[in-house]
C-alpha cells in the first residue's frame, strides 16, 4: 500500500482546524460567564496533537492511492469525533467517553441522536458546539460527495464523477469546486439565522440552529426542539432551508455558471419533490381522519414539516408523532431510509438509488413481455452501464442488510423491539430520533446501555460513508500491497 503519511498529514491539518474552531464555544463561555475552561483545554490539546502528527508525517506523498482515499474517508470522520468528544468529557456536564463519543459521532454524522438529559440547562457553549459539530459534517459530507465518494465508486456515486467532471471544465481544480460550494454553504447559513432571527428567535437560537437546519443535523438548543417555538413562521423557515439543504450542492455551483433551468431539468431533484408531495399528502389525510382537534392549516403544517423533517434526516420535532397511531410509525422508518439527494448534508438511500432501481424493474418487466427488445437505461440524459446498476443495488440490499443486523444486536442488549427496529433505522439513516417511549421525539439515548450506544455509533459511522467506504477496510485483501 506503500507509505501513509499523506493520509496522516491531511487528518493532522483537519484536527488542528477543529481545535481552532473549539475556540468559537470557548468565546461563547465567556459572554455568558460559564466558569469552566473545557474548550480552552480541549482546544490546546487537539491543536497540539494534530501539529503533531503534521510534523511527524511532513515527508509526505504527492497524492492518495484508492486504498489510502479509503482510510483517509474513515480515519478522518473518526479521529474528528474523538477528539470532538473532549468538550463534552472536561465539561460540567462531565459524561463518559462511550456518551461523549456518541455525541460527538452524533454531531458529526448529522445524526441528531442525543444523550444529553437537558437542553434547556445545559452550558450554552456545548449547545453552540453540537450545533457546529453538525454544520462542520455537513459540509464535510458535502465535499467529499462530490470530490471523494465519486472516485471510490461507493455504491454508485461514480455517476456523480460526470457532474464533477463537467464542472471541472468550468472550475479547473478540485479545490476550487470545493471552494465555492463551501461559500455557498456559508451563504445560506447566513441566510437562515438571518431570517430565524427576524421570525423572533434571539441571536443564539438562530445562530445554533442554523448551523443544524443546513446541515439538516437536527441538534436544537431546547428538549422540544423547533417544538418549542410555537412559532409557524420559524417552521416555515426551517422547511425552507431543510429543502435547501436536501439537494445537490453541485447544482448551485451548476445555477451560478448560469444553468438557470438546472433546479427543474436535475431528475433527483424532482424526484425528491415528487416524493415529499406524496409524502406529505398521505400523513395530512392522515391526520385530518385522526386528528380532530387541530384545524385543516395545521394538520397541514404539522404534516409537512415533520415528514420533510424525517425524510431529508433532519429529525427536528413539533409533535410527538409516536402519538399519532400505528401507521405513523410505519410510515416514518419507511421514509427514514430513502434519504435526500446525493451530494446533499442528507443521508439514507438517496432518491437516486431507488430510481435508479425502479428503472431497472421497469426494463425486467419490459424484458419479459418483449424478450427481443434491446432496451437501455437513461438517467439524467447518461446512459447507465449494467455494472452500475448492480453496484446500486448491491448498495441498497447491504444497506437493508446491515439494518437488520443492528436491530439485531440491539435487541439483544435489551432493547424492546420498536425501540431497536427505530434505532437501527434512524442510525444508519442519520436521522436522529427514534420511535417509542425511550429514544422517541420526547426521549433520548441516555438510558440505552453503553453497547448499544457503541454499536449506534458504528451504525451512524456506516451510514454516513456510504457503507462501503467503511466495510471495505475489514477485508483482509484491503492491506495488502
Known amino acids: 500500500m506503500g507509505s501513509n503519511k499523506t493520509v496522516f498529514f491531511i487528518i493532522g491539518i483537519l ?40 510534523l511527524i508525517n511532513l515527508k509526505k506523498d504527492n497524492q492518495l492511492n484508492l486504498q489510502q482515499a479509503f482510510m483517509f474517508s474513515v480515519l478522518a470522520w473518526l479521529s474528528i469525533a474523538i477528539f470532538g468528544s473532549l468538550p463534552f468529557m472536561l465539561s460540567s456536564l462531565k459524561l463518559s467517553f462511550s456518551d461523549a463519543f456518541f455525541e460527538s459521532m452524533s454531531g458529526i454524522t448529522t445524526t441528531g441522536s442525543t444523550v444529553i438529559l437537558d437542553l434547556d440547562t445545559s452550558p450554552k457553549s456545548i449547545l453552540i458546539w453540537r450545533a457546529l459539530m453538525q454544520w462542520l459534517g455537513g459540509i464535510g459530507i458535502i465535499v467529499m460527495a462530490t470530490t471523494v465518494l465519486p472516485l471510490l465508486k461507493v455504491g454508485g456515486m461514480q455517476l456523480f464523477k460526470t457532474d464533477s467532471s463537467g464542472t471541472e471544465k468550468i472550475l479547473p481544480k478540485t479545490i476550487e469546486v470545493a471552494t465555492t460550494i463551501i461559500s455557498i454553504y456559508l451563504i445560506l447559513t447566513f441566510a437562515c439565522g438571518l431570517v430565524y432571527w427576524l421570525q423572533g428567535m434571539n441571536k443564539f437560537d438562530s445562530i445554533a440552529h442554523s448551523f443544524t437546519t443546513l446541515a439538516t443535523g437536527g441538534f436544537s438548543t431546547h428538549n422540544e426542539s423547533i417544538g ?74 404539522i404534516s409537512s414539516f415533520n415528514v420533510l423533517s424525517i425524510l431529508s434526516g433532519t429529525g427536528y420535532v413539533t409533535d410527538d408523532f409516536g402519538l399519532w397511531g400505528e401507521f405513523p410509525l410505519i410510515f416514518f422508518i419507511f421514509l427514514m431510509f430513502i434519504g435526500g439527494c446525493a451530494g446533499s448534508t442528507t443521508c439514507g438511500i438517496k432518491v437516486f438509488r431507488l430510481q435508479i432501481l425502479f428503472l431497472f424493474i421497469s426494463n425486467q418487466i419490459k424484458k419479459l413481455m418483449y424478450p427481443n427488445r434491446v432496451l437501455v437505461i437513461n438517467y439524467n440524459k447518461e446512459k447507465i452501464e449494467e455494472n452500475f446498476i448492480n453496484s446500486v443495488i448491491i448498495f441498497i440490499f447491504s444497506y437493508l442488510f446491515i439494518f437488520f443486523i443492528v436491530a439485531i444486536l440491539l435487541s439483544i442488549t435489551g432493547l424492546d423491539f420498536l425501540s431497536a427496529i427505530s434505532g437501527a433505522a434512524t442510525s444508519i439513516s442519520n436521522v436522529g430520533p427514534g420511535l417509542g417511549e425511550m429514544i422517541g421525539p420526547n426521549g433520548n439515548f441516555s438510558q440505552v446501555s453503553i453497547f448499544s450506544k457503541w454499536i449506534l455509533s458504528f451504525a451512524m459511522l456506516l451510514g454516513r460513508l456510504e457503507i462501503f467506504a467503511v466495510l471495505v477496510l475489514f477485508l483482509p485483501s484491503f492491506w495488502r500491497s
Open 15 to 54: 484536527i488542528v482546524i477543529l481545535g481552532i474552531f473549539m475556540t468559537i464555544p470557548y468565546g461563547v463561555q465567556l459572554i455568558y460567564g460559564e466558569s469552566d475552561n473545557s474548550f480552552l483545554s480541549s482546544s490546546i490539546i487537539t491543536i497540539f496533537i494534530g501539529i503533531l502528527i503534521l
Open 228 to 301: 418549542y417555538f410555537k412559532n409557524p413562521g420559524i417552521e416555515i423557515t426551517a422547511t425552507a432551508f431543510i429543502i435547501l439543504g436536501s439537494i445537490p450542492f453541485i447544482t448551485y455551483l451548476k445555477f451560478i455558471k448560469g444553468n438557470g433551468k438546472i433546479f427543474f431539468q436535475d431528475i433527483q431533484i424532482k424526484g425528491f419533490v415528487y416524493l415529499l408531495i406524496i409524502s406529505i399528502l398521505i400523513m395530512f389525510v392522515y391526520l385530518l381522519i385522526n386528528n380532530s382537534d387541530e384545524t385543516f392549516l395545521d394538520n397541514l403544517r
